[in-house]
């Protein structure tokens, strides 16, 4: 079966819905999401987005603050212009029917919150559940346009490029490498569709699921990373995974956030024996950077050997707690928690990309036709650490820019016929009664990832690590190619490339810089490492 449009979106969160919403003014738009759409890395966002919007704060700060966030490797030219067209993107959410948390009084004034690494309030949020809102209302704007068709349950396998139409015998007349869309899983029939479009953008998100204890949805599994590196996209930065400090602790709790806004509201942090202990590693205590935040509460729960540390913010009115964080305070209160009266156990856990593939300040990468935005996304603003509640803006800030970029594409190559891809081919694949195999390297992967690539690393632990992917990835390659595929191989062929990618970058920066620590390199070089880690088949 093949699908074409003028547009391809890999990727249904806040990136791909702020990009389709805008591009299906100029032509027609498929939309691929390998769940249900609204199962993205959007959809769990509690925090906010971080844009100038008080008259009391300046931009200037906002660029100064994710300047020394980022540790020396933002691009200081994106940094200013995100922040600066941030308010716009946000007030057309306003106007696409967000519904922002306000202040109480006549002027209705939008309720900016703080957080970690910020030297003024300036997170506008819907309550702690701002992804969800944001999500909800994108989808139902995008299912309102004739010009977009959303495809769920479809799963990219591999992009469609110029040099795979050519080893397929086809004669196409570009001289660059050219994107023309993708194969594509039909998760419900196992069906594999060709989807032909004249700009195609990887909108995927993250991959946290890369690690044993993440934070992010179980379809964090780093696709559109490893689809876009596989096509021969330049990827950078793959060390710098950041590790949010703050992780409910709880056996039968999965997955489950509590916001940075929790300190940014006066949430103190506690060892198991009710001590503060954050003053000891920086002067803004449980408002310094989430790099730093992280590394401390490793390093005092392996001094002490606890599983976890507490998060406190008990000492505010009760009612401001269930106020301004609901959704934290019923989830918590499931697992009977009540955070109004006791500190809350909580545990870093892998949470955000800052590397991904690298692109240019419309999202364009170095092959034709083909962009990425959002988390997939390198665009050099978060540099070696995300500064808190940076992302959507990111995403909403790119997606804007893309969108006109690729409508300009579009113009110039209306009349330009899609080149024919030949039908996904199977060849002499059978089906797999084998999934243990599946679930088995998974699960490997994960724990490795964990003791040997997390938030403290070593030289010799990276180099155990190295050896156990390329011995798996062996295994996923001659699995790949003997049995049709299913999303389970899929997205463990995709975890696997990531974690290589990780492991390399990771080994390649001889220093310590933001979220990369590695204990045989405990110092920053700018000398030689003030730099991009830059990487491509």
Known sequence: MEVQSDYLVIGSGIAGLSFALESARSGTVAIVTKRDPQETSTNYAQGGIASVLDPED?????????????????????????????????????????????????????????????SRRRIVHAKDHTGQEVEKVLLERAREQPNIT???????????????????????????????????????????????????????????KVYLYTSNPDIASGDGVAIGYRAGVKVANMEFVQFHPTCLYHPMAKSFLISEAVRGEGGILLDS???????????????????????????ELKKSGDECVYLDISHKPAAFIKERFPHIY????????????????????AHYMCGGLLTDKNGLTNIDNLYAIGEVACTGLHGANRLASNSLLEALVFAKRAAKSASEDLAANRNIP??????????????????????????????FMWNYVGIVRTNKRLARARSRVQIIQEEIKEYYWNFIVTSDLLELRNLAQVAELIITCASLRK???????????????????????????
């Open 330 to 349: 019923h989830t918590c209160l499931k697992y009977q928690i009540d955070i109004t009266k006791e500190p809350i156990p909580v545990v870093p856990a």
């Open 150 to 208: 959303i495809y769920d349950n479809h799963m990219a396998i591999d992009l469609i490029t110029k040099s795979k139409l050519i080893k397929r015998g086809i004669v196409i007349s570009e001289t660059r490498e050219t994107c023309w869309g993708a194969y594509v899983l039909d998760v419900k029939t196992n069906q594999v569709k060709t989807f032909l479009a004249r700009v195609t953008v990887l909108a995927t998100g993250g991959a946290g």
């Open 58 to 118: 300046q931009p200037e700060l906002h660029i100064k603050d994710t300047l020394e966030s980022g540790d020396g490797l933002c691009k200081e030219d994106v940094v200013k212009m995100v922040v600066r067209e941030g308010p716009a993107r946000v007030q057309e959410l306003i106007g696409l029917g967000v519904n922002f948390t306000r202040q109480s009084g006549p002027e209705k004034k939008l309720d900016l919150g703080m957080e970690g690494g910020h």
């Open 511 to 537: 220093e310590s810089r933001g979220l990369h620590y590695n204990l045989d390199y405990p110092h920053q070089d700018n000398e030689h490492w003030k730099r991009d880690t830059v990487i491509w088949i």
């Open 418 to 447: 899609l080149s024919k891809a030949p039908l996904w081919d199977s060849g002499s694949a059978t089906d797999s009664e084998e999934s243990v195999v599946v679930t088995h390297n998974w699960d490997e992967i994960r724990r």
């Open 273 to 299: 024996k009710g001590n503060r202990f954050m003053e000891k590693y920086h002067p803004l205590k449980e408002l310094a950077f989430r790099d730093i935040v992280a590394r401390s509460i490793d390093l």
